[in-house]
């Protein structure tokens, strides 16, 4: 009965979604819509496909919601070239970070055809389509123009969908049952990606901490994903509440406090390390001095807890963890070394799909898998990972930039969240494939394309007001 109601609420909900979509897209020519469509699809993504195929036991109609996005962002790529006034006039303007990224997709291209490595050719396919929804999501964002109030309701959705994720991670709390046995997540898993049911819950062992205590995910694909999506969320309600006056901001206070506690329900080490590690950065570049004040405190209050109070399992568990005793830190432990001893006997890398977690890697051949920087140095190399990590941190500091020297609110709201969630998600990117959370992932690298697409306006007050503050 419950799959059923939940089969027809997707159903009804999905539909909505697309005509809606095609509507703006197709009829009206805003292609940017497609981020909106995004931001309210991919957090539900699994749960969707679960649901399809517990009510219909169809692999096929499971595909047809399984690429609708990539159907809507080819439509929303033929909507941007048709809808341009002057397209053979095109300003291409490109900056470091297009530069960098353009070099980084390129060689993944390459790799392609390569005859490299053990993977099939239409594994390697899948594999690098998925690498460069990076560069779509990015590219979108280059060239996006939205106004104040326009950006306000895309990242409401994104507040919006923090806040409805913490509401449902009460529910299952409440209940004591992850959302995921209601969903058919393990049915799903085992039929579509071959993935038999493990752990206490009969889901897999990501769902539970090392002491059987139940990690939640809400409607996410896992703890981990929602995890990593509550630091987009945090830094999008913290911009808001500080950019808007004290009457107004009691909902962006709200989604803060969501965020965290959505963390705290995934039990993610990596996501509460890279959530103190997010607020020292915020803190510290952008001289929110009461905000390092208040992570000190939380982090020794934390310290305190765990020393004192903290029941004796918790205690090991932490302290396992800090000395990798722990099963789970052991494992990330040895696929770094599996991948470090890779990419030294092929510094030139082993080619697409070797590596990872996705489902076009095959366990027979995957070399490590638990680090997206390493992931990528395995298949394509030293240069592939070099790439990676040069527009990484090229783009968190032009966002820096733009933040600090445009004079539109809305611009710094975008650059802020750019820049504050893409360094809050190096520390889950040391321990997971976590370019796989596609939500996360790739709105955030959407917020980075437009901050560029700002800083590209700004060039010449960015590089005179570096100028001005070099030492002479």
């Known amino acids: 009965m419950i799959g059923t109601i939940l089969f027809l609420l997707v159903l009804l909900y999905v539909l909505l979604l697309v005509v809606i979509t095609v509507r703006k897209i197709v009829f009206q020519g805003k292609w940017e819509f497609i981020i909106v469509f995004m931001i309210l699809y991919l957090p539900f993504y699994i749960s969707i496909l679960s649901i399809v195929y517990q009510a219909t036991g169809s692999e096929i109609i499971v595909g047809l919601f399984q690429y609708l996005k990539e159907l809507l962002l080819l439509l929303a790529f033929l909507g941007f070239f048709l809808y341009q006034r002057d397209f053979w006039h095109y300003p291409f303007r490109l900056n470091t970070v297009d530069v960098v990224l353009l070099a980084f997709f390129g060689l993944a291209t390459l790799y392609l055809f390569l005859p490299l490595g053990e993977a099939l050719f239409l594994n390697k396919l ?54 995921q046995q209601w969903t058919g997540y393990a049915l799903f898993n085992f039929a579509v990606n071959g993935i038999e049911p493990s752990g206490n819950y009969g889901l897999s062992w990501t769902f ?19 995890a990593s999506s509550s630091l987009l969320a945090f830094a999008t309600g913290l911009i808001w509440f500080l950019t808007k006056k004290r009457e107004e901001s009691g909902f962006y206070l709200f989604v803060m406090l969501a965020a965290v506690g959505s963390l705290f329900f995934s039990a993610s080490r990596a996501a509460f390390g890279a959530f103190f590690a997010m607020l020292f950065f915020i803190a510290l570049v952008f001289r929110l001095y009461r905000l390092l004040l208040m992570g000190v405190f939380l982090l020794f209050g934390f310290v305190v807890y765990v020393v004192y109070f903290a029941s004796e399992d918790f205690y090991y568990f932490v302290y396992d963890t800090l000395t990798f005793q722990n099963a789970s830190s052991l494992g990330h432990a040895v696929e770094w070394f599996l991948a470090l001893d890779a990419m030294v006997a092929n510094p030139e890398g082993i080619g697409l799909a070797m590596s990872g977690n996705t ?11 638990e680090n997206q920087f390493l992931i990528y140095g395995v298949q394509l190399g030293v240069l592939g990972m070099l790439l990676y990590i040069g527009a990484l941190a090229l783009g968190i500091v032009k966002s820096l930039q733009v933040f600090r020297h445009t004079e539109n609110v809305s611009d710094a709201r975008v650059a802020f969240v750019a820049a504050s969630t893409k360094f809050g998600l190096l520390l889950p990117l040391f321990t997971a494939n976590a370019e796989l959370y596609a939500y996360v992932s790739l709105v955030s690298w959407w917020a980075i394309g437009y901050s560029l697409s700002v800083y590209n306006r700004l060039l010449p007050s960015v590089k005179r007001s570096s100028y001005l503050s070099a030492p002479s």
């Open 359 to 369: 489902g076009s890697v095959e366990d027979d051949v995957r070399v490590g898998g």
């Open 208 to 226: 539970e901490t090392q002491t059987t205590g139940m990690r939640l995910a809400s409607f996410f694909s896992d703890p981990l994903e929602m």
């Open 126 to 179: 899948l594999y690098l389509k998925n690498t460069l929804l990076i560069g779509a999501f990015y590219f979108l964002g280059r060239n996006t123009r939205l106004a104040g109030e326009q950006l306000d309701r895309v990242f409401g959705w994104v507040m919006l969908i923090a806040v409805g994720a913490f509401a449902l991670n009460c529910l299952e709390k409440v209940m004591g049952v992850h959302f």
